[in-house]
């Protein structure tokens, strides 16, 4: 096996938290998150190096350092300039066929291993550097020569006049590689969001998973009124279920990236979008998720209709639950010195039945 | 929707049974013949014990309830002075057991009990291993003395040796004084039930409530699962059906338990070769006392158990074996369990984020723990050990008087008597015995039972609402918190009325043991029908009992009419890991054998996919 440094692909097992500069943050940490048993939608990395590669093999790294330099100092307007010329460059270059056979031969095998020809996959960009949101992702590209043609995009995205004035700023140079992640598109059957407390009372021995059918943006945006389960965190136990109206769901128009809304079926609507199984494996993960981070966790799943359980659960986003985490815990109960006054306490409260 | 219930007295007697009073002791009537005591009845809670009772009353069966009637009221009132608390009171009602919880009545009264509660309470909770091991010796005095009491036809003459011992009493004293003696012990044996068990549950709902505070929403469930025992004593019959079926197969003798023999045959059959001997001595130390278990609850006498109906262990032996050949693991790993009995608290404490809350949860949850191993294991002591007992020496009074011709037959009439009438009965035996004249009884009995069985007929069709009266604002009664699960939430479920749905393909009832099954449905109304279950059938029964657990090895799941996450079918049904709903009210009348049914442990909900071709 090659050198990890020199590979153009690694998939995102073959990664972990410590080769972002190798594959980006993004990638590193979806690598990362494998290594914890936290299912991510399958996929692979393009790594930094062959961005660099691309560059070079195309001649494009030598057009652009004499291009810029003929520039000058950037300013807003030559910024906006150098973008165009970079960004032209790289988009209508021909991928170097030593890239594109590794690309291809990567994706072929995730069609395989989702049973899907021509997957649906995502393209995303993956500095090695933080630069929040000023580089594109592409979501619900399929087949070879789209993927190919949204990998140059997302490349030169890294050239698009924000993310060049923004490099310009903090004194980086005006070359920039970016890793690529090409993950399977997670084909959402039903998706939604997983609290590793009750957030409704700060309860820590609760798990509260809310989900709907389809795209998690349904729930996100509070478009419908999901399913809610509570969970116990201990024994997993389904301690209540609220079956929500879940009147739509937002899909992707056939072969595009926009999102629509359609209606869902009535019987569908009264029927719980989670098995009992699936309820109980969110649960499980969620609980992995916090103990990995070791906080309290608020987590986006979908549940991906191509794939078999338990691979259909798919964690698509965490970040640490940021409300009852900040509140000091005030105490629920009485203090009592001693189990005896407990007991004479409980039994002159009772139990209200009204 | 309402906020009372149908006022007692307003229940109208079923057409057909007027009369029924006289089965029943006249102090359980609901009545308006003084004032106070009718304004007081219209004013309180009265919920139906189905927990107890799914069935009416026998008049002889009544006992028991008498029996808790007097000891666990008792305790609160006049011993433990429970500061909130008084007994519960009973009454009946076409042949159902109404009970309610007493409260004391002002704040004064009860601040004036609570000093009183913590010493006399204080000094159980303080000195609890050490009274608890004297009960265990008291019991079990109770218990020999039962054994050796026997009831014989009295004999034409009495024995030379009276006479040469100068004995001077009769075989009729002996006997009236015998049936005294043995009602006096089924009594006493009911003391001693409430001995502890009233401060046992009282911990537990501290422990729920503690818990409940610092988890809302927990399950009691879960919260079993962290303070209970083991129910040690109600599964060693289990436990030891299953060492005997290991030994059936050790010994080499699967080929004898695989013939389609009753238990009588096989053990003669046993008899006859070496080997089957020595597993008939393992067999008979066995069944004493642990085949003393109950078919049923033990709380009437048509639950009979093991030692009376040998066949019942016998098929569970059979199953077992066919288990083992098919080398499928079985019996309850008790050492796990309690390991996840500690994991499970463990990890729950480590949730707390609070330094006073963890306080809390370790002060409930070590008396707890304490208490509950009693709360369990009584059960195996007086329900099924000295009831079972019991109630085959009711038998032998029976055959007596059967013998007498004072009924047809003793095993199913002797329990439309009322137990002071079996008493008036024996007088009737034995001074006409003595005189050497016949008795009224066998002109005057016959007549009445065969009155009662119709009237009691009547009762199993009519079915009981769930409550009468007027709810309280709060309950402080530790047993109707505990036990029988009274909270707002099923005071309002009682309230909006018995759902209408009598159409419908959906039952509604409790979850019991997480997960989802399909299956067959087979409705089971008596224990002598379990050897019908079928391999992956889901059970349907009124409530299951720690007797049934062989049976458990065959289903795909179980539904009961009757009790809650703690009852014993929704503890083994964990255990067993099958999907389980409890407490469906109606479950064994509107599913039929055959039915194709779904049931979800986790919400309760049952489904009847498809009906069974009539």
Not at chain 1, 6 to 15: D, F, G, N, S, V
Not at chain 1, 271 to 286: D, F, Q, Y
Request: charged content about 25%.
């Amino acid at each position: 096996m090659e050198e990890k440094e020199k590979r153009l692909t690694l998939w995102y097992e073959e990664t972990d938290g410590k080769d972002f500069p190798l594959v980006g943050k993004k990638n590193a940490n979806l690598g990362e998150m494998i290594k914890a048993g936290i299912p991510v939608s399958p996929g692979f990395a393009l790594t930094i190096h062959a961005n660099n590669r691309f560059l070079e093999l195309t001649g494009i790294k030598g057009t652009i350092e004499t291009q810029i330099e003929t520039l000058g100092h950037v300013t807003f307007d030559t910024a906006k300039h150098a973008s165009a010329i970079a960004m032209e460059l790289i988009e209508s270059a021909e991928m170097p066929a030593l890239l594109e056979d590794d690309i291809l031969e990567n994706y072929d095998r995730l069609c395989e291993m989702s049973q899907c020809p021509s997957c649906p996959v995502a393209v995303r960009s993956s500095g090695a550097v933080s630069m929040p949101g000023q580089m594109e992702t592409y979501l619900n590209i399929c087949g070879e020569k789209d993927l190919i043609a949204y990998i140059r995009k997302c490349w030169s995205s890294a050239y698009n006049t924000e993310a060049i004035m923004y490099r310009m700023n903090k004194g980086m140079p005006f070359l920039f590689n970016i890793g690529v992640g090409i993950p399977k598109m997670v084909n959402s059957r039903v998706s939604g969001i997983i609290f590793t407390i009750n957030p409704i009372n700060g309860d820590m021995s609760k798990i509260s998973i809310d989900a709907s059918y389809g795209l998690g943006e349904a729930v996100v945006s509070g478009l419908v009124t999901p399913d809610t389960y509570l969970v116990d965190k201990v024994t997993f136990e389904l301690i209540k279920l609220v079956v929500g109206s879940k009147e739509i769901q937002c899909v992707y128009r056939e072969g595009s990236s926009d999102i629509v809304e359609t209606s869902v079926d009535e019987e569908k609507r009264v029927t719980r979008c989670l098995s009992p199984e699936e309820v109980k494996e969110l649960a499980r993960v969620g609980k992995l998720i916090e103990g990995y981070y070791g906080k309290a966790y608020d987590i986006e799943f979908g549940i991906d209709g191509d794939m078999e359980f338990p691979h259909n659960v798919i964690i698509l986003q965490v970040r640490p639950e940021s409300v009852w985490s900040k509140k000091e815990a005030a105490p629920r109960t009485e203090r009592k010195p001693d189990a005896m006054s407990r007991i004479v306490s409980q039994l002159m409260t009772g139990v209200r039945l009204r | 929707m309402a906020t009372r219930f149908m006022d007692p007295h307003d229940v109208p007697t079923i057409p057909g049974t007027e009369g029924w009073e006289t089965m029943y002791p006249y102090q359980y009537q609901f009545s308006k013949d003084d004032p106070e005591r009718s304004a007081f009845e219209s004013s309180q809670i009265w919920f139906y014990d189905g927990l107890h009772y799914p069935e009416p009353h026998y008049p002889f069966d009544l006992i028991w309830d008498e029996a808790w009637s007097l000891a666990l009221s008792q305790y609160n009132t006049r011993h433990f002075m429970v500061p909130p608390a008084l007994g519960i009171a009973h009454r009946i009602v076409n042949g159902y057991v109404y009970i309610s919880p007493v409260g004391v009545p002002t704040m004064e009264e009860i601040e004036k009990r609570v000093p009183l509660f913590v010493e006399r309470a204080g000094y159980y909770y303080e000195n609890w291993d050490r009274l608890y091991e004297n009960w265990k010796k008291k019991m079990t005095a109770v218990l020999e003395q039962l054994e050796a009491t026997t009831f014989t036809d009295l004999p034409e003459m009495e024995d030379i040796r009276i006479i040469r011992d100068g004995v001077g009493k009769g075989s009729g004293y002996e006997m009236l004084k015998k049936y005294d003696e043995l009602i006096n012990l089924g009594l006493l044996c009911w003391q001693h039930h409430f001995e502890f068990l009233n401060l046992a549950y009282a911990a537990q709902v501290t422990f729920f409530n503690t818990a409940d505070q610092i988890f809302p929403g927990i399950p009691i469930s879960t919260l079993v699962k962290m303070s209970a025992g083991m129910e040690a004593l109600l599964f060693r019959p289990d436990a030891e059906l299953i060492s005997l079926s290991k030994l059936a197969v050790s010994a080499g003798l699967e080929d004898v338990f695989a013939k389609p023999l009753k238990a009588e045959q096989l053990m003669a059959e046993l008899e006859k070769i070496p080997v089957g001997k020595e597993w008939l001595s393992q067999l008979h130390k066995s069944r004493y006392p642990w085949f003393y278990i109950s078919t049923g609850t033990g709380w009437y006498h048509t639950h009979i158990s093991w030692n009376d109906n040998l066949n019942i262990p016998f098929d569970a032996i059979r199953t077992n074996i066919k288990a083992l050949k098919a080398g499928k693991e079985i019996g309850r790993p008790t050492e796990s369990l309690l390991k996840e009995r500690d994991r499970i608290a463990e990890e729950y404490r480590g949730l707390i984020r609070s330094d006073d809350d963890r306080a809390a949860f370790d002060q409930a949850l070590s008396v707890a723990r304490l208490a509950l191993p009693y709360a369990e294991d009584h059960t195996f002591y007086v329900e099924h050990w000295f009831h079972s007992l019991f109630w085959g020496k009711i038998r032998q009074v029976g055959k007596v008087l059967e013998n007498a011709g004072f009924m047809e037959n003793a095993d199913t009439d002797i329990w439309y008597l009322k137990r002071d009438e079996i008493k008036q009965a024996i007088w009737d035996y034995t001074t006409a015995w003595a005189t050497g004249i016949k008795p009224r009884g066998p002109s005057y009995w016959p007549k009445q039972i065969a009155r009662r069985k119709e009237i009691y007929q009547k009762f199993k069709e009519w079915t009981p609402p769930p409550a009468l009266g007027t709810p309280p604002e709060v309950v402080t009664e530790p047993f109707t918190i505990v036990m029988w699960g009274v909270t707002g939430d099923v005071l309002k479920g009682w309230l909006a009325g018995p759902e209408e749905g009598e159409v419908s393909n959906e039952i509604q009832g409790s979850p019991g043991s997480s997960g989802v099954v399909e299956g067959k449905a087979r409705v089971l109304m008596s224990v002598e029908e379990l050897a019908d279950l079928q391999e992956g059938e889901i059970l349907v029964a009124r409530t299951t009992s720690p007797s049934w657990a062989p049976s458990f090895v065959k289903i795909a799941g179980a539904v009961t009419d009757v009790g809650g996450p703690m009852c014993h079918a929704a503890i083994v049904c964990r255990e067993y890991g099958l999907p389980t709903v409890v407490g469906t009210g109606k479950g064994t009348q509107r599913i039929k054998t055959g039915d194709l049914i779904r049931i979800d442990g986790d919400t309760g909900k049952v489904v009847i996919l498809e009906r069974a071709k009539a």
